[in-house]
């Protein structure tokens, strides 16, 4: 027997307005897990990119510590250069020196120089132009002074002259323009 | 007064409290701290990122300045890595000299382990001084670091001096951090 015209349909818990409820609630709960993943992912790049700045910083204080370091022996190369070059000036300067030193009347046959000192052999027409003309210039750049005479046939004198100066004094103004020699005998 | 709510409704209010418990529990406890973690790590990324441009930028400066250095020292630093060669330096020099013999190039040492230095004796006849002065100017423009040593010899020898001295020749160590 039937006690109603229509059908009877199916009661459901989710009705029209939990659905409804759901839907907005699904909406919020995905919304929340989005942002987290947003933030993880986010959390997983910085730590990347921290990790490649690192490297490339790693990199780069390696580069620099190596260009530093061909600085260092390019700037090395150039004050040693520079040392040699200066030192080679200030021999042909001494030489120069030595030339112009000695007078027209006298003639050398040989002149020997030396770290400390300068050996001059030659040919005189008498003591006196050799006293006066060269070694009195050359007393005033060593300390140490010897001539020795030889009596020649036509009247003439040969002569050698030994001059030296002090150690302290050749350490004091050739060895500190010469350093580099210093530093190859203090190896040795 | 008597409220009277549906059995409907009651799911509803005990759903939406659990979603909202849910919510407030979710954002304090892993959402807040998770944003603030986030911010601490942008602003360390900025923080690098700015560390890792001043190291760029100084990279790069130092970078112009040893090309500037590599450039403007090219003679010596070619100098200091070239192997001496007598033949060549008698063929360079023989202009000033009219005759010129070189001994072979004897070992002596070695300078902070960075610079080898030779030593060779040199022999030749000149017809004044003023070759050998051109010949010491010559020699700071050499394909050589050659420091011209004591002693120095000259001798009359007829019409020409016979000059004898040694020469240092300057090389890179080759186990030394050479220039490249």
Known sequence: MRYSYIKPRRKSIFTAELQLLFVFFGITVFMLFLTYAFLLFKDYRFSQDVKDIDTKRVALNINIANMKKQI????????????????????????????????????????????????????TPNKDIYNFMLQAPLRSIFHKTYSSFYPLKNGWFRFVSTNYIDDNEVDDEIDNILNTDDEVKNES | MKVSMSRQNIYLLVLSTLFLIFVLLFSFLVLIPKGKQYREQRNNLREKNRELQQYENFNSDTFKLLKKL??????????????????????????????????????????????????????????????????????????????VNFPINFKRDGDMIRSSFTMRVYKVAKDSNSSK
Not at chain 1, 78 to 103: A, C, G, H, W
Not at chain 2, 98 to 113: F, M, Q, T
């Open chain 2, 70 to 147: 590599q450039s403007d020292n090219r003679h010596i630093i070619t100098a200091f890595k070239t192997d001496f060669n007598p033949q060549r330096f008698e063929k360079e020099n023989k202009n000033f000299f009219s005759s010129l013999v070189i001994s072979k190039k004897v070992y002596i040492n070695k300078i902070e382990d960075e610079f080898s230095v030779y030593e060779v004796n040199t022999t030749s006849h000149i017809s004044s001084p003023k070759s050998f002065y051109n010949f010491l100017d010559s020699i700071n423009k050499s394909d050589w670091v050659i420091k």
């Open chain 1, 72 to 123: 260092t022996f390019i700037e090395k190369e150039n004050l040693l250069s520079e040392r040699i070059y200066t030192q080679n000036m200030v021999l042909k300067d001494s030489i120069t020196n030595l030339f112009d030193l000695v007078p027209q009347r006298i003639t050398l046959s040989e002149a020997k120089l030396l770290k400390n000192g300068l050996i001059l052999y030659g040919i």
